[in-house]
């Protein structure tokens, strides 16, 4: 169980990636999270290369903790078919992660937990179906978990990482 109330966990700090896309810190810059107003092809990849960025300056010895919102309106399905419905994803392209696979071969104590918010649209829905369907991540270091709201998403964000 999280000691920080959720009533506590307010975004700290926001930075605009482009017109669409807001990278957004929580929790002491211990959560980053990736907000999209609308998504596109170009996006999907501006967004890999911002995560890959992000991990590539993370502290060594903190979990990478992730909050992937995809709640507004007409960004869930962009996202579904750019990932080929593969919705957890720590990279989103594939040559992210690559990339990704490689500093976390550097890193032998690297964990990962990352929350995806779907809104409760059909695209949203049809998102929560795939991830329920998917194998969540081929590297036990890395934790996903699909949500329909933030505040839950960031609870269990917060919640310590059990070693596997």
């Given at each position: 169980?999280?000691?920080?109330?959720?009533?506590?966990?307010?975004?700290?700090?926001?930075?605009?990636?482009?017109?669409?896309?807001?990278?957004?810190?929580?929790?002491?810059?211990?959560i980053?999270?990736?907000?999209?107003?609308k998504?596109?092809?170009?996006?999907?990849?501006?967004?890999?290369?911002?995560?890959?960025?992000?991990?590539?300056?993370?502290?060594?010895?903190?979990?990478?903790l992730?909050?992937?919102?995809?709640?507004s309106?007409?960004?869930?399905?962009?996202?579904?078919?750019?990932?080929?419905?593969?919705?957890?994803?720590?990279?989103?392209?594939?040559?992210?992660?690559?990339?990704i696979?490689?500093?976390?071969?550097?890193?032998?104590?690297?964990?990962?937990?990352?929350?995806?918010?779907?809104?409760?649209?059909?695209?949203?829905?049809?998102?929560?179906?795939?991830?329920?369907?998917?194998?969540?991540?081929?590297?036990?270091?890395?934790?996903?978990?699909?949500?329909?709201?933030?505040?839950?998403?960031?609870?269990?964000?917060?919640?310590?990482?059990s070693?596997?």
């Open positions: 169980m999280s000691t920080n109330p959720i009533n506590e966990i307010v975004p700290e700090q926001s930075e605009t990636i482009s017109d669409v896309f807001v990278r957004t810190w929580y929790a002491n810059n211990r980053v999270g990736y907000h999209f107003s998504m596109t092809a170009a996006d999907l990849e501006t967004w890999s290369t911002t995560i890959v960025q992000t991990l590539e300056a993370w502290p060594v010895d903190q979990p990478y992730a909050l992937y919102d995809l709640s309106r007409g960004v869930a399905m962009p996202y579904i078919v750019g990932t080929h419905h593969e919705v957890f994803s720590i990279g989103i392209k594939e040559s992210a992660n690559q990339a696979q490689n500093i976390i071969k550097q890193r032998p104590n690297f964990t990962a937990r990352i929350a995806v918010i779907f809104n409760s649209a059909y695209s949203g829905n049809l998102g929560q179906v795939f991830a329920k369907t998917r194998q969540a991540s081929m590297n036990p270091r890395i934790q996903f978990n699909s949500f329909m709201d933030s505040k839950s998403a960031l609870t269990w964000l917060l919640d310590p990482i070693p596997k």
